[in-house]
C-alpha cells in the first residue's frame, strides 16, 4: 500500500513539474503573438480545468475586470460575463481585491448573485479565481466538472499558470499606433478597419484605396464566403474570446485565393466598444482540391444545425443545387416501396413528371418506387448511380434530368432512409470530383435525414404533451379579463416546464398562477402537468394562497424527483379589488395602474417548490383600482444569456407603460415581440375592471343548541327584508331549515351559514366541518324517518351543488327570486 500512494505522489509531483516546465518553454518567446493562450491552454492539460480564462482591469475609469483571453468550452456555459465590476461582489473582483486565491464549490456558488446565471441539473461545476502577479493586475479564472473539484496538485498548477501570465494590454488602441504588416484592428460598433501591408498585398489592393471601411473588404470575398465571415465581423459582447475561419477572395484571374482570418474579440469595457484584433495569411498552399470540400464542410455544418426533416432538404438543396448548376433537386424519404418527397426545387408541378404530378397530394407528391425500377435497383445496393444524357430509363426518371441524372442513396443506421435526385436538363459530364461530392453528401444527409425524422417524431409527440397540459382557453371572470400566451423554446424538444392557469373560486374569487419546472424535457413538461393539477385541487378546497403553495412543496417533495420548480400564485377579490400574492421563488408580479406608472411588487418570497420541507409563503397583499393591469411571467421573457434579469425587467416595466390596456391581446404580442427564444415563455395578464354589480353577503354561525334552526331561519328573514325580499320567503326559509338541520345532524363542529344575493338569484350556502357531500336518495319508502331533505332542496331551487372547501364542505342552493 505505501508504494501505490507513493508512486501516486511521484505521479502528481510529476505532473507538476511538467507543468512547470512547458510553462517554460512558452515564456521563453516573450514575442510570440500566442502566447497567453498557450499559457492558458495548460490549465486544460494538467489542472484539469473545463475553461480558463485572463481578467484585466479596462473600462473607461478602470473599475471593471474584462475578459482577455478564454480557453476550453465556452465560457456562457457556466453562466460567466465578459466584465465584471471591481467594487461588485464576484470571484474575479474578491481575488483581485484580497490578493488570495478563492477556491468555491457547487454549495458557495449557489450563494453568489450570479447563481441564477450558473447551469443547473446534473452539472456541478467548481470555480479557481487567482489574482495575477502585479497589485494592479488582472485575475485569472478556471472553471472544473471533476468530482471534488481542483485538487491540491490542480491548484499548485493554476498557481504556476497564474505567475506565468503576463496580462495582455487593455482593449483600447492606441491612435497612431502601426500595425504589424499582416495584422488588422476593427473597431466593432463603427466598421472602421486598420490593416497591415501584407493584408493589402492579399487582398490585392492599395494603401490609397482603401477608405477604412471594412465593407470594402468583404465586396471582394466569394459571395458563398461571406455569411460566415459577417458571422465574425458583425459579433456582439457576448462572443468575446478567439476566432478563426478561412475564406476566399475573388482574383482578376484564375481560381478564387484562400485566406486564414485568425482574431480575438476584446472587450472595450464598460461603455466602450469591442474591438476584433487579429492575422490575415495566405492559405491556398493548403487547399489542394479545396472546392468540393469546402461544399462538403458547409453541407455538414447546416446539416448540424437542421433539426427537423424540412430544414435537412433545405440545407441539401441549398448546398447542391447551385454549385452543381442543376436544374431540379428533389429530397424524399423512403417508407416502404413509396417515397414520401419532403422538398422540391423547382416546387412548381409541372416541373416534374407526369407521374409525379399524379400523386400529387398536399404539398408534396408521393412517388411509388415500384413504377421506378431503376432506382429501387439503386437503392438496393446503396452507393450514388449517374446516368449521363441519352440514357434508357423509365419516363418517371428520365424526365427528372434527360441531361443527365444523379440518385443518391441515403444511408443511416445500416438501411437506406431516403433518395436525392438531381437532374440536368442539358448534357452534363460527372467529374470524379463531383461523383465523390455526391458520395459524400449522400453519408451526411442519410445520417441528418434519419436525426430529423427522429426528432419530428418526438417534436410531435412532446408538443402534443404540451398542448394537453395547458388550458385550452381562459375562463370568463367576472369584472375583469385575462389572457395568456405561450412560446416554447427554439432549441432542443422546444418543450419546457413552465406554466399558466386561471382558477375561478368562490365569492367572485380568482387565482391567477404562473411557473416553471426547472429543465427542458418531456419530464420536465409531465411535472409541470402534476404541479398546475395539484394547485387547481388545493385551491378548489378553499385553502388559502400560502397553504395551497405549502401543499404544493410538500406534495413536490414526495415525489421525490430531481426537478424543482418556481411558482407565483395571486388571489383575487374581484368585489372589492383585493388580492394575496404568495412567491416561491419566482419573478415577483408587475402591476400597471390606470394613469400609466408602472410597480414591481415588493413581495416576499419563499424557496422554490420542492427544495426545502419546512417553509414559509408568506402572502403580500396588493390592491387593483378599475383599469389596472397584472401581469406575470416566467424567466424566459426577462433573461437570457445576453441579458440579465433587472434588465429584462425593467423591459417589461417600459413595455407594459407604453401599451393601451384597452386592448389585452395586443398588449401580450407586444410584450413577447421580439424575445429571445432560447427558454420558453409563458406570460399571463388579467386587466380588473371591477363588477358591475357587487353582491349583497350577509354570513352567520350557526351555534349548536336545540333552537338552532330556529335561529338560522331568524336570521335569513331579517337579512331578507334588508335586501328588500318579499317574494320566495317560504321557500328560502325551507331550502334554510333543511340544509342548517343536515349539517347539524350529520356532521360535528362548526357550521355556517352564507347568503349571497345578486341579480335576483339568491344562494343559499352552508359549510360543515366534514368531507363528505350529501347523496340524493334513489327511492324512499313510506316508512323512512329520513333523506328526504335534500329531495325537497331539489325541488325548491334551481341548482343545488357541493364542493369542498378547508377543512370540510359547503352545500349550496340557488333560488330565482321573482319569477
Given at each position: 500500500?505505501?508504494n501505490?500512494?507513493?508512486?501516486?505522489?511521484?505521479?502528481?509531483?510529476?505532473?507538476?513539474?511538467?507543468?512547470?516546465?512547458?510553462?517554460?518553454?512558452?515564456?521563453?518567446d516573450p514575442?510570440s503573438q500566442d502566447?497567453l493562450?498557450?499559457?492558458l491552454e495548460q490549465?486544460l492539460?494538467?489542472?484539469?480545468?473545463a475553461?480558463?480564462?485572463?481578467?484585466t482591469?479596462?473600462?473607461?475609469?478602470g473599475?471593471?475586470l474584462?475578459?482577455s483571453?478564454?480557453v476550453g468550452?465556452?465560457?456562457t456555459?457556466?453562466?460567466?460575463?465578459?466584465?465584471y465590476?471591481?467594487?461588485g461582489?464576484?470571484?474575479?473582483?474578491?481575488?483581485r481585491?484580497?490578493?488570495?486565491?478563492?477556491?468555491?464549490g457547487p454549495?458557495?456558488?449557489a450563494?453568489?448573485?450570479?447563481?441564477?446565471?450558473?447551469?443547473?441539473?446534473?452539472v456541478?461545476?467548481?470555480?479557481?479565481?487567482l489574482?495575477?502577479?502585479?497589485?494592479d493586475?488582472?485575475?485569472?479564472l478556471?472553471?472544473?466538472?471533476?468530482?471534488g473539484?481542483f485538487?491540491?496538485?490542480?491548484?499548485e498548477?493554476?498557481?504556476?499558470?497564474?505567475?506565468?501570465?503576463?496580462?495582455p494590454?487593455?482593449?483600447?488602441?492606441a491612435?497612431?499606433?502601426?500595425?504589424?504588416?499582416?495584422?488588422?484592428?476593427?473597431?466593432?460598433d463603427?466598421?472602421?478597419?486598420?490593416v497591415?501591408?501584407?493584408?493589402?498585398?492579399?487582398?490585392g489592393?492599395?494603401?490609397?484605396?482603401?477608405d477604412?471601411?471594412?465593407?470594402t473588404?468583404l465586396s471582394l470575398?466569394v459571395?458563398?464566403?461571406?455569411?460566415?465571415?459577417?458571422?465574425?465581423?458583425?459579433?456582439?459582447?457576448?462572443?468575446?474570446?478567439e476566432?478563426?475561419?478561412?475564406?476566399?477572395?475573388?482574383?482578376p484571374?484564375?481560381?478564387?485565393?484562400?485566406?486564414?482570418?485568425?482574431g480575438?474579440?476584446?472587450?472595450g469595457?464598460e461603455?466602450?466598444?469591442?474591438?476584433?484584433?487579429?492575422?490575415?495569411?495566405?492559405?491556398?498552399?493548403?487547399?489542394?482540391?479545396?472546392?468540393d470540400?469546402?461544399?462538403?464542410?458547409?453541407?455538414?455544418?447546416?446539416?448540424?444545425t437542421?433539426?427537423?426533416?424540412?430544414?435537412?432538404?433545405?440545407?441539401?438543396v441549398?448546398a447542391?443545387?447551385?454549385?452543381?448548376?442543376?436544374?431540379?433537386i428533389?429530397?424524399?424519404e423512403?417508407?416502404?416501396?413509396?417515397?414520401v418527397?419532403?422538398?422540391?426545387?423547382?416546387p412548381?408541378?409541372?416541373a416534374?413528371?407526369?407521374?409525379?404530378?399524379?400523386?400529387?397530394?398536399?404539398?408534396?407528391?408521393?412517388?411509388p418506387?415500384?413504377?421506378?425500377?431503376?432506382?429501387?435497383?439503386?437503392l438496393?445496393?446503396?452507393?450514388a448511380?449517374?446516368w449521363?444524357?441519352?440514357?434508357?430509363?423509365?419516363?418517371?426518371?428520365?424526365?427528372?434530368?434527360?441531361?443527365g441524372?444523379?440518385?443518391?442513396p441515403?444511408?443511416?443506421?445500416?438501411?437506406?432512409?431516403?433518395?436525392?435526385?438531381?437532374?440536368?436538363?442539358s448534357p452534363?459530364?460527372?467529374?470524379p470530383?463531383?461523383?465523390?461530392?455526391l458520395?459524400?453528401s449522400?453519408?451526411?444527409?442519410?445520417?441528418a435525414l434519419m436525426?430529423?425524422?427522429?426528432?419530428?417524431a418526438?417534436?410531435?409527440?412532446?408538443?402534443?404533451?404540451?398542448?394537453?397540459?395547458?388550458?385550452?382557453?381562459?375562463?370568463?371572470l367576472?369584472?375583469?379579463e385575462?389572457?395568456?400566451r405561450?412560446?416554447?423554446a427554439?432549441?432542443?424538444?422546444?418543450?419546457?416546464?413552465?406554466?399558466?392557469d386561471?382558477?375561478p373560486?368562490p365569492?367572485?374569487?380568482?387565482?391567477l398562477v404562473?411557473?416553471?419546472?426547472?429543465?427542458?424535457?418531456?419530464g420536465?413538461?409531465t411535472?409541470m402537468?402534476?404541479?398546475r393539477?395539484?394547485l387547481?385541487a388545493?385551491?378548489a378546497?378553499?385553502h388559502?394562497?400560502?397553504?395551497?403553495v405549502s401543499?404544493?412543496?410538500?406534495l413536490?417533495?414526495?415525489m421525490?424527483?430531481?426537478l424543482?420548480?418556481?411558482?407565483?400564485?395571486?388571489?383575487?377579490?374581484?368585489?372589492?379589488?383585493s388580492a394575496?400574492?404568495v412567491?416561491?421563488?419566482?419573478?415577483?408580479?408587475?402591476?400597471?395602474h390606470p394613469?400609466?406608472?408602472?410597480?414591481?411588487?415588493?413581495?416576499?418570497?419563499?424557496?422554490p417548490?420542492?427544495?426545502?420541507?419546512?417553509?414559509d409563503?408568506p402572502m403580500?397583499?396588493?390592491?387593483?383600482?378599475?383599469?389596472t393591469?397584472?401581469?406575470?411571467?416566467?424567466d424566459?421573457?426577462?433573461e437570457?444569456?445576453?441579458?440579465?434579469?433587472?434588465?429584462?425587467?425593467?423591459r417589461?416595466?417600459?413595455?407594459?407603460?407604453?401599451?393601451d390596456p384597452?386592448?389585452?391581446g395586443?398588449?401580450?404580442?407586444?410584450?413577447?415581440?421580439?424575445?429571445?427564444r432560447?427558454?420558453?415563455?409563458a406570460?399571463l395578464?388579467m386587466?380588473?375592471?371591477?363588477m358591475?354589480v357587487?353582491p349583497?353577503?350577509?354570513?352567520?354561525?350557526?351555534w349548536?343548541?336545540?333552537?338552532?334552526v330556529r335561529?338560522?331561519?331568524?336570521?335569513t328573514?331579517?337579512?331578507?327584508?334588508?335586501?328588500?325580499v318579499?317574494?320566495?320567503?317560504?321557500?328560502?326559509?325551507l331550502v334554510?331549515?333543511?340544509?342548517?338541520?343536515?349539517?347539524l345532524v350529520?356532521?360535528g363542529?362548526?357550521v355556517?351559514?352564507?347568503?349571497?344575493?345578486?341579480?335576483?338569484?339568491?344562494?343559499?350556502a352552508?359549510?360543515?366541518t366534514?368531507?363528505?357531500?350529501?347523496?340524493?336518495p334513489?327511492?324512499?319508502?313510506w316508512?323512512?324517518?329520513?333523506?328526504?331533505?335534500?329531495l325537497?332542496v331539489?325541488?325548491m331551487?334551481?341548482?343545488?351543488g357541493?364542493?369542498?372547501?378547508?377543512?370540510?364542505?359547503?352545500?349550496?342552493?340557488?333560488l330565482v327570486?321573482?319569477?
Amino acid at each position: 500500500m505505501a508504494n501505490v500512494v507513493s508512486e501516486g505522489a511521484t505521479a502528481r509531483r510529476t505532473r507538476t513539474l511538467r507543468a512547470e516546465l512547458a510553462l517554460k518553454t512558452i515564456t521563453a518567446d516573450p514575442s510570440s503573438q500566442d502566447r497567453l493562450r498557450r499559457v492558458l491552454e495548460q490549465a486544460l492539460v494538467f489542472a484539469g480545468a473545463a475553461f480558463a480564462a485572463v481578467y484585466t482591469p479596462g473600462g473607461e475609469q478602470g473599475d471593471q475586470l474584462c475578459l482577455s483571453e478564454s480557453v476550453g468550452v465556452p465560457r456562457t456555459l457556466y453562466g460567466l460575463r465578459d466584465t465584471y465590476s471591481l467594487a461588485g461582489r464576484s470571484p474575479a473582483a474578491d481575488a483581485r481585491r484580497t490578493g488570495h486565491a478563492v477556491w468555491l464549490g457547487p454549495e458557495e456558488l449557489a450563494g453568489c448573485a450570479d447563481s441564477r446565471r450558473m447551469p443547473a441539473g446534473d452539472v456541478f461545476m467548481f470555480l479557481a479565481a487567482l489574482p495575477l502577479g502585479e497589485e494592479d493586475g488582472g485575475c485569472l479564472l478556471a472553471v472544473t466538472e471533476t468530482p471534488g473539484g481542483f485538487d491540491t496538485e490542480d491548484r499548485e498548477c493554476l498557481e504556476l499558470i497564474a505567475e506565468a501570465v503576463v496580462c495582455p494590454a487593455p482593449a483600447e488602441t492606441a491612435q497612431g499606433e502601426e500595425l504589424p504588416a499582416n495584422a488588422f484592428s476593427l473597431a466593432m460598433d463603427t466598421g472602421r478597419i486598420e490593416v497591415g501591408d501584407d493584408v493589402l498585398a492579399l487582398f490585392g489592393i492599395g494603401r490609397a484605396d482603401l477608405d477604412g471601411k471594412v465593407e470594402t473588404l468583404l465586396s471582394l470575398t466569394v459571395p458563398e464566403d461571406l455569411p460566415s465571415l459577417m458571422s465574425v465581423v458583425e459579433a456582439d459582447q457576448m462572443s468575446i474570446g478567439e476566432r478563426e475561419l478561412e475564406f476566399r477572395i475573388l482574383q482578376p484571374d484564375g481560381p478564387p485565393k484562400w485566406l486564414r482570418l485568425r482574431g480575438r474579440l476584446l472587450s472595450g469595457g464598460e461603455g466602450r466598444p469591442a474591438r476584433l484584433a487579429g492575422t490575415v495569411t495566405d492559405a491556398s498552399t493548403l487547399r489542394a482540391g479545396v472546392t468540393d470540400v469546402a461544399r462538403v464542410q458547409r453541407l455538414a455544418s447546416a446539416l448540424a444545425t437542421a433539426g427537423t426533416v424540412r430544414d435537412v432538404s433545405q440545407a441539401v438543396v441549398a448546398a447542391l443545387r447551385k454549385p452543381l448548376q442543376a436544374d431540379r433537386i428533389a429530397l424524399a424519404e423512403l417508407e416502404g416501396d413509396r417515397l414520401v418527397v419532403t422538398v422540391l426545387d423547382p416546387p412548381e408541378p409541372e416541373a416534374w413528371p407526369e407521374l409525379w404530378r399524379l400523386e400529387w397530394r398536399t404539398e408534396w407528391p408521393d412517388a411509388p418506387v415500384r413504377a421506378m425500377p431503376t432506382l429501387a435497383a439503386a437503392l438496393r445496393e446503396g452507393r450514388a448511380h449517374v446516368w449521363p444524357a441519352g440514357t434508357a430509363l423509365e419516363p418517371a426518371l428520365a424526365e427528372v434530368g434527360p441531361g443527365g441524372l444523379a440518385v443518391l442513396p441515403l444511408p443511416a443506421g445500416g438501411r437506406m432512409v431516403g433518395a436525392c435526385l438531381i437532374g440536368w436538363d442539358s448534357p452534363h459530364d460527372f467529374g470524379p470530383d463531383e461523383r465523390a461530392l455526391l458520395t459524400a453528401s449522400a453519408g451526411l444527409a442519410g445520417q441528418a435525414l434519419m436525426r430529423a425524422h427522429a426528432f419530428d417524431a418526438e417534436h410531435e409527440l412532446v408538443g402534443m404533451l404540451q398542448r394537453t397540459l395547458l388550458p385550452r382557453r381562459l375562463p370568463k371572470l367576472p369584472g375583469a379579463e385575462a389572457v395568456a400566451r405561450y412560446l416554447p423554446a427554439t432549441a432542443g424538444l422546444e418543450v419546457g416546464g413552465d406554466w399558466y392557469d386561471v382558477i375561478p373560486l368562490p365569492d367572485n374569487h380568482v387565482a391567477l398562477v404562473i411557473g416553471d419546472v426547472q429543465g427542458h424535457s418531456a419530464g420536465a413538461a409531465t411535472l409541470m402537468g402534476q404541479m398546475r393539477t395539484a394547485l387547481r385541487a388545493y385551491a378548489a378546497e378553499g385553502h388559502p394562497p400560502d397553504v395551497v403553495v405549502s401543499h404544493a412543496n410538500r406534495l413536490l417533495l414526495e415525489m421525490e424527483t430531481d426537478l424543482f420548480a418556481t411558482c407565483a400564485y395571486v388571489e383575487v377579490d374581484m368585489e372589492v379589488g383585493s388580492a394575496w400574492c404568495v412567491r416561491a421563488g419566482h419573478l415577483p408580479p408587475v402591476l400597471r395602474h390606470p394613469d400609466g406608472s408602472i410597480e414591481v411588487v415588493e413581495a416576499e418570497g419563499g424557496p422554490p417548490l420542492g427544495v426545502v420541507t419546512q417553509a414559509d409563503f408568506p402572502m403580500t397583499p396588493l390592491r387593483l383600482q378599475r383599469g389596472t393591469v397584472l401581469a406575470l411571467t416566467t424567466d424566459g421573457l426577462v433573461e437570457s444569456a445576453d441579458t440579465d434579469i433587472d434588465v429584462g425587467m425593467d423591459r417589461l416595466a417600459h413595455g407594459l407603460a407604453a401599451a393601451d390596456p384597452a386592448h389585452l391581446g395586443l398588449v401580450a404580442d407586444a410584450l413577447l415581440d421580439g424575445a429571445g427564444r432560447s427558454d420558453d415563455i409563458a406570460l399571463l395578464l388579467m386587466r380588473y375592471d371591477g363588477m358591475a354589480v357587487r353582491p349583497l353577503r350577509e354570513s352567520w354561525t350557526v351555534w349548536r343548541v336545540p333552537e338552532a334552526v330556529r335561529h338560522g331561519r331568524r336570521f335569513t328573514r331579517r337579512t331578507l327584508r334588508a335586501w328588500g325580499v318579499t317574494e320566495e320567503t317560504d321557500a328560502v326559509l325551507l331550502v334554510v331549515s333543511e340544509l342548517v338541520t343536515n349539517a347539524l345532524v350529520h356532521t360535528g363542529g362548526q357550521v355556517r351559514l352564507d347568503l349571497t344575493l345578486v341579480n335576483h338569484r339568491l344562494r343559499v350556502a352552508v359549510a360543515d366541518t366534514s368531507p363528505r357531500t350529501p347523496v340524493k336518495p334513489t327511492s324512499i319508502g313510506w316508512e323512512a324517518t329520513g333523506g328526504r331533505g335534500i329531495l325537497l332542496v331539489e325541488a325548491m331551487s334551481s341548482a343545488w351543488g357541493a364542493l369542498p372547501v378547508s377543512g370540510g364542505k359547503q352545500v349550496w342552493a340557488e333560488l330565482v327570486l321573482g319569477q
